[in-house]
DNA sequence: GAACAAACTGAGCGATCAGTTAATTTTTTA
DNA sequence: TAAAAAATTAACTGATCGCTCAGTTTGTTC
């Protein structure tokens, strides 16, 4: 069996946890299992042992942050309040730059352009991507649906727009971590844009 | 002088338009010097000696495609009909659309991560970067400015939205490249969402 | 406590690559 | 045309790094 460090975490949990700060921060090429290795005092071949390739530890990362994307936003969606679809396209704009702020290194493995590629060659890993955007697609679709149903959104094609809103909200995100301007600072300006966007104006 | 080659072009700008190629298409850690030289039939030495190191010689890159940037959509500002400030706005998201189909390699350079790092503590390229975001941000500014004059735009903070304009249309683009959907596809509803965000019904 | 399997180690191999250097060739200049 | 300057080359250096592997340690099962 697996020797327990105090903490109770598995020494396989400490070398992705590790791996996520580096692949995140440093990218891929730039970041050296070595490094992984010494950080969390153990020997490069522990990290081989647990993981066949450093591409198989990459795509062990991108799972867990996929799975970890997906929880949080489930549990965002069920403590969420009784509003109308308009207000919960409002409220998933919010929620996401607030996550990608909380999440903010974490969310480079995003916004990196390695995963993409790794992904035409790598089937795991183009899972993994297409997993992370046709959930986050398909809650911004389930709103507007809801949205046109409660009469708060027009009848626009609902998973084009979705597309169109979550492309928005995450370019916003990327491009604020290169600090040329806060994201926040543009907050107000977007839900404002996006209400007139979906709006359905009383009397239609 | 430096010797030239039948075209006329030098070798130093041989070995831009190379390292171009190789740094939009792999990146700036997978680009071997090597590589760039061999495929231009040129010793590494020679790169060297026109540019003092490989970050330098990236710099010089980036300077070029700011250049490129800059100079086509002068060229398209400079041909484009009278038109009012609305239809100024879905002229320039269909031109930067095109613009970045045609030039899709090359916009790798863009959507990487490691320019915007490199930026960091490289004022050089902090420089290009801020020169591009600053000059689409403008042109999407002069025309809401317009739009407003015109009345075809409603009373919003022309910097701001332009800002969100400009990341929507860019974001657009950088997802297009993952081949998860395309762009393309997508331009009718684009359109169509803006047209919403920002047009003046009549009888205000 | 013997036998076994899982976990772990770290030295080392082979390959890659940015940058250097010294010698050579080409072009410009006076 | 000869000296000076610029451009180019091939060979080399030193460092990095992914991965392997032969062997060791640890924990479990009879």
């Known amino acids: 069996m697996g020797r327990r460090k105090a903490g109770g975490a598995s020494r396989k949990e400490a070398i992705l946890e590790m791996a996520t700060v580096f692949f995140a921060e440093k990218g891929f090429r730039d970041t050296a299992i070595g490094d992984i290795a010494r950080m969390i005092g153990v020997a490069d071949g522990t990290i081989f042992y647990h993981y066949k390739t450093k591409e198989d530890l990459f795509v062990a990362v991108m799972e867990n942050f996929k799975e970890q994307l997906i929880r949080e936003t489930r549990e965002y969606l069920a403590g969420r309040g009784e509003v109308n679809g308009l207000e919960r396209i409002e409220g998933l704009?919010?929620?996401?730059?607030?996550?990608?702020a909380k999440l903010e290194q974490r969310f480079l493995l995003l916004h990196r352009h390695y995963p993409y590629e790794l992904a035409e060659d790598n089937p795991g890993?183009?899972?993994?991507?297409?997993?992370?955007?046709?959930?986050?697609?398909?809650?911004?679709?389930?709103?507007?649906?809801?949205?046109?149903?409660?009469?708060?959104?027009?009848e626009i094609p609902a998973h084009k727009v979705a597309l169109i809103l979550f492309t928005m909200v995450d370019g916003l995100v990327?491009?604020?971590?290169?600090?040329?301007?806060?994201p926040s600072a543009l907050y107000e300006e977007l839900t404002a844009s996006c209400r007139r966007m979906l709006e359905k104006k009383e009397g239609a």
């Not at 704009?93 to 990608?100: G, R, V």
């Not at 990327?174 to 806060?182: K, M, W």
């Open 174 to 182: 990327r491009i604020g971590t290169f600090r040329l301007y806060q």
């Open 93 to 100: 704009i919010s929620f996401y730059i607030s996550l990608a």
């Open 125 to 154: 890993c183009r899972r993994h991507l297409e997993d992370i955007y046709d959930f986050f697609t398909r809650v911004f679709e389930d709103a507007i649906l809801a949205g046109q149903r409660d009469d708060s959104i027009i």
